[in-house]
């Protein structure tokens, strides 16, 4: 190799490396967006400190994946919820599709009937922190991954389904139906007495 | 958008995609008309406005710093 061509490469392999670390950094800043939605896709602590850094392992050794310029939030939670699913940690089942007998009022309805009149904030602050977890745990995961994504992890239907690699048609039909899931799951086990 | 005899029954319709964001003009002049004459809808929604700012906040764990540290780690080194 000439000192030409040693030095176009040297050059190459510094700008390859500076890449490098500006991707890796950027993948860190989204650390606790990751956990956060991690910590709700499985059921225990260890398991999503297990999974995040499976995610961050993988992110990095498949650097070269990504294109940069496009939706690097998205690219990471695709690796996450991919893993997950690769992990065994969900049930591959097709999510229920019989009709709920509870509409969107269902919650509120029953708090009133529990506590008499209130304001909305706090007829709210009768659910325990505890129960919301338990509950939201409750909800099947097909519908779970949604709302996590969505109302936790504030990705738009658009980037859920690009994540989970589904339409975005049924992005929104879970979405609606998981809310509806964990606020009966929500009466059932949130409500503080 | 199924039709409803019940001006209330459409209303709770409406609920999840009204806060999405995601009625069309029409739609969305609807839910808010039915909802400045109707303080049973209104209390609902500010409920559903509530409950998800709630369980957003329940359900949030800060990230443990150790977990920080070992993700840095994984960093290639320079």
């Known amino acids: 190799m000439s000192d030409v061509q040693q030095d176009t490469e040297a050059r190459r392999l510094a700008e390859d490396a500076r890449e490098r670390a500006k991707f890796e950094e950027e993948v860190l800043q989204l650390a606790d967006q990751v956990y956060r939605v991690a910590r709700r896709l499985v059921s225990s602590r260890e398991e999503a400190e297990d999974l995040v850094q499976e995610t961050y392992a993988r992110a990095f050794r498949s650097w070269r994946s990504y294109t940069p310029g496009t939706n690097l939030r998205a690219w990471v939670f695709r690796i996450l919820t991919n893993l997950n699913i690769d992990r065994g940690r969900r049930e591959q089942r097709a999510p229920a599709?019989?009709?709920?007998?509870?509409?969107?009022?269902?919650?509120?309805?029953?708090?009133?009937?529990?506590?008499?009149?209130?304001?909305?904030?706090?007829?709210?602050?009768?659910?325990s922190q505890d129960g919301i977890v338990r509950?939201?745990?409750a909800v099947p995961h097909?519908?779970?991954?949604?709302?996590?994504?969505?109302?936790?992890?504030?990705?738009?239907?658009?980037?859920?389904?690009?994540?989970?690699?589904?339409?975005?048609?049924?992005?929104?039909?879970r979405l609606h139906r998981g809310r509806r899931v964990l606020k009966q799951e929500l009466a059932e086990t949130a409500v503080e007495n | 958008m199924a039709m409803f005899a019940d001006p209330c029954q459409k209303c709770e319709e409406m609920l999840q995609p009204y806060l999405d964001r995601d009625l069309s003009e029409e739609e969305r002049f609807e839910a808010e008309t039915h909802l400045n004459s109707c303080s049973y809808c209104r209390k609902r929604y500010r409920f559903e406005e509530s409950l998800r700012r709630y369980v957003r906040q329940a359900v949030t764990e800060p990230m443990p710093a150790e977990l920080k540290e070992r993700l840095a780690s994984l960093r290639t080194p320079l």
């Open chain 1, 97 to 127: 599709t019989e009709p709920l007998e509870e509409g969107d009022y269902f919650l509120y309805n029953r708090l009133e009937e529990d506590g008499g009149a209130a304001g909305e904030e706090r007829v709210v602050e009768r659910l």
């Open chain 1, 142 to 173: 097909d519908f779970r991954d949604v709302i996590v994504l969505v109302d936790i992890g504030d990705f738009t239907y658009q980037e859920a389904a690009q994540i989970l690699d589904i339409p975005v048609g049924t992005v929104m039909s």
């Open chain 1, 135 to 137: 509950a939201l745990s």
